[in-house]
């Protein structure tokens, strides 16, 4: 009898809480795993294993992430930190304190991600406001306590630092993959309030490095009854391109090569308007395009580009639009950006997209969503619902038919 293959393994070498460590894993095996199997540091607990609960919450170069879905052979070179490593943090022995003053917590088993995530708000949010601890604890669940001795310990630690002058000092982080320390290049102090500025404002840099290689990527294609030929020069006049997107606003237009401006989206718990700009390139001989840029809200961050090209259509007079959308996503607007989420996302803008440009060109109106200010969850929830559900029932009704016996 042969013998089980035995997964191939990489040394991983990191920055765990301080000292430097290697680690020789399996390739998919995950960074909680890593950490508590074999650098036995426990403190790092395991829940769900989807992203969801946040027990196994962790610092990756200085910014919160879930261990549980960070892949440690990804990590190669970042800086770790574990809750054993905020042994002696000043904010997490006070959050310690906190929590026990305010019987913050009963079975402990959250506690570790729970200091984590809330050692961020005490370093980013100016004043204890209820409402923005709630929402940056919405990634962290607690089985026990009800949350109310969570928020008070937290706001009790803000309005105590803020009373000694010790005022937010987490600002906006660069954009970069894990283990490009950028939680740690000293960005410059900021409030959460300036994180949340409109897009308006001075946009974020666009510059992606020329080797850019999306984290994910999709392809969406859609037909309109106008020629070719129409359709590419519609896609050069790129504020009429904006206004048939959903969520989209451009700011200026510096350039035929460079366009500035934002994108507000909300999914879920997670609001972003993302500022930046982006660079365009258009090829007329082939009717093709690429739009690449970057942008950021204060915590999350996106990178990415989009190219299109536009053929011809089925029918005569027409045309096919070809996307290829690739992009990177960081911070909490990437916990809930996993690739079957976003795809449906897209699949959705896109539709809408085609019939507000199919407006444009027959000379009407875009559609009322065009304007909307974020995606609407509530009917994305429920058409992703449906579709879901209208999938199913295709495949039950094959399966139905693969076992009916032929006369």
């Not at 993959?177 to 001075?202: F, I, L």
């Not at 960081?330 to 699949?347: I, N, T």
């Not at 495949?395 to 038919?401: E, L, M, Q, T, Y």
Request: net charge positive; with cysteine; hydrophobic share 40%.
């Amino acid at each position: 009898m042969n013998a089980p293959v035995r997964p191939p393994r990489v040394n991983v070498a990191l920055a765990v809480n301080g000292r430097a460590v290697a680690v020789e894993v399996e390739p998919r095996t995950h960074l909680a795993d890593a950490l508590r199997e074999e650098l036995n540091l426990a403190g790092t607990h395991l829940g769900c294993e989807h992203g969801v609960c946040g027990a196994c919450t962790v610092l990756l170069d200085g910014e919160p992430a879930r261990a549980c879905l960070s892949f440690a052979a990804a990590c190669e070179g970042a800086d770790v930190t574990t809750i054993e490593g905020l042994d002696d943090d000043e904010i997490a022995t006070e959050l310690r304190a906190a929590f026990t003053r305010e019987h913050a917590l009963q079975c402990g088993f959250c506690t570790p991600g729970m200091i984590v995530a809330a050692r961020d708000l005490v370093l980013r949010l100016p004043e204890p406001d209820e409402r923005r601890i709630r929402l940056g604890l919405a990634g962290n669940l607690c089985r026990c306590t009800g949350y109310v001795g969570i928020v008070r310990a937290i706001q009790s630690v803000i309005s105590a630092r803020r009373a000694r002058g010790l005022g937010p000092t987490a600002g906006e982080r660069g954009l970069g993959p894990v283990g490009a320390r950028t939680g740690s290049s000293g960005a410059s102090a900021q409030s959460a309030a300036t994180a949340e500025t409109t897009v308006a404002q001075a946009p974020a840099s666009a510059e992606i490095p020329a080797d850019f290689r999306p984290a994910h990527s999709l392809d969406q294609s859609f037909e309109v009854g106008f020629p070719p030929d129409q359709v590419f020069a519609f896609f050069g006049r790129v504020e009429e391109v904006a206004a048939c997107l959903p969520g989209a606003v451009v700011t200026s237009v510096p350039s035929p090569e460079r366009v500035e401006g934002g994108m507000r989206v909300k999914l879920g718990p997670i609001s972003a308007t993302f500022r930046g700009a982006a660079d365009v390139r258009r090829d007329e001989a082939a009717r093709a395009g690429r739009i690449r840029g970057a942008g950021a809200d204060g915590r999350s961050g996106a990178q990415g580009e989009v190219r299109y090209r536009v053929n011809a259509g089925s029918t005569p007079g027409s045309s096919q639009v070809n996307l290829t959308v690739g992009y990177a996503l960081k911070g909490p607007l990437a916990q809930f950006g996993r690739p079957g989420l976003v795809r449906d996302v897209a699949a959705r803008l896109v539709a809408e997209f085609a019939a507000n440009l199919e407006a444009r060109l027959a000379g009407r109106p875009a559609g009322a969503d065009a304007a909307a200010p974020a995606l609407n969850p509530l009917r994305l929830a429920f058409d992703l619902a449906r579709g879901r559900i209208a999938a199913w029932l295709r495949r039950v009704a094959r399966k139905g038919d693969a076992s009916t016996p032929r006369s």
